[in-house]
């Protein structure tokens, strides 16, 4: 008679592909390779199937395993969700919580808050990775991942967590050499600093004046020599006076206070890049999820009253919680 597959086997299977490798695997479950390879070779007996190929230093998942994994992660959610459900406000977060978060963002503000989260809740384990492309909406990968703007996909949970402008900003030594730009089309003689992140449109950056009534904004080429995909490397650049950059309110405001760096243009808006977590529908009764975000939200709203730059605030409105 065939081997059933084992709902016991679900937990190891996902952990195992998150790790990347069967090491990596052994050290996470505190098991030996050898241990780790023979719980493997036994699932794969049960389902009937080769569900990774493995090499010396790496695995893959054969399409058999994706198909696999995919369930399997759909099982433990519902698992999770029922538990939470009969469970109700009493149950304490507990189990793997995967978070995905931006290189500078993460590393800066998340990468904190997550290592005060488990001090409070211990029973959470926390995977953190971070990168420079968020992972498509459609990624099963991660249990919340933190977003610059609204996700416009309702098929997605978008937690609002706490506002953010992007600003352009220069060097005073900069400016002084090459002179205050007064007016969008200003930019055109300027310098400035691209970032290639995302699918947002590359060279053109869109302005709005917060003077103007109806709200027109204007669409700006911008041209200069230099050019990345990583933030933190475009405003080390700034401080370097090489231009004009336009970058995040979190990622800046420190310098702005200080005087490295100095707003230009400040009377006009850019497009709207507040701070969100974003999971999928059925994550919304999972306790750990519901906590962990809970408690970034208060971490970043705290954060932000704390180091709230001036000049002008773009307008007076409150963004809504999207969730």
């Not at 959470?124 to 990775?129: H, K, N």
């Amino acid at each position: 008679m065939k081997e059933r597959v084992q709902a016991a086997d679900f937990n190891f299977f996902s952990i195992l592909a998150s790790a990347g490798s069967l090491s990596a695997a052994a050290r996470e479950l505190g098991l030996t390779p050898a241990a780790v390879s023979k719980r493997l070779a036994q699932m794969e007996r049960r389902a009937g199937v080769l569900l990774v190929n493995r090499t010396t230093r790496r695995m893959m998942l054969t399409p058999e395993g994706e198909i696999y994994l995919q369930h399997a992660r759909q099982v433990l959610e519902e698992i999770d969700t029922l538990s939470n459900l009969l469970g109700g406000a009493r149950q304490r977060p507990t189990g793997l919580l995967r978070v995905n978060a931006s290189l500078g963002f993460g590393r800066r503000h998340v990468a904190p808050a997550i290592s005060k989260f488990v001090t409070i809740y211990p029973e959470v384990s926390v995977q953190l990775q971070l990168s420079v492309a968020p992972p498509p909406l459609t990624d099963d990968a991660y249990d919340v991942c933190i977003r610059f703007g609204e996700p416009p996909d309702g098929r997605v949970v978008a937690r609002w967590l706490t506002r953010n402008r992007r600003l352009l900003c220069a060097t005073p030594e900069y400016l002084s050499r090459k002179g205050v730009p007064e007016t969008p089309k200003d930019l055109a003689r300027h310098q400035c600093i691209g970032i290639r992140q995302g699918d947002e449109a590359y060279g053109v950056w869109r302005l709005r004046s917060q003077r103007s009534t109806g709200g027109t904004s204007e669409s700006v080429r911008i041209d200069g020599p230099l050019t990345t995909n990583v933030g933190e490397i475009a405003v080390r650049w700034a401080l370097d006076h090489h231009g004009i950059l336009m970058r995040s309110e979190w990622d800046i405001r420190e310098y702005l206070r200080d005087g490295r760096l100095r707003v230009v243009l400040p009377d006009y808006v850019t497009p709207e890049a507040d701070i969100y977590a974003v999971y999928a529908q059925r994550h919304q009764f999972s306790t750990r999820v519901r906590a962990f975000v809970d408690y970034l939200a208060g971490e970043l709203g705290e954060a932000h009253t704390a180091g709230r730059t001036r000049p002008s605030e773009p307008d007076g409105h409150e963004t809504p919680d999207a969730s």
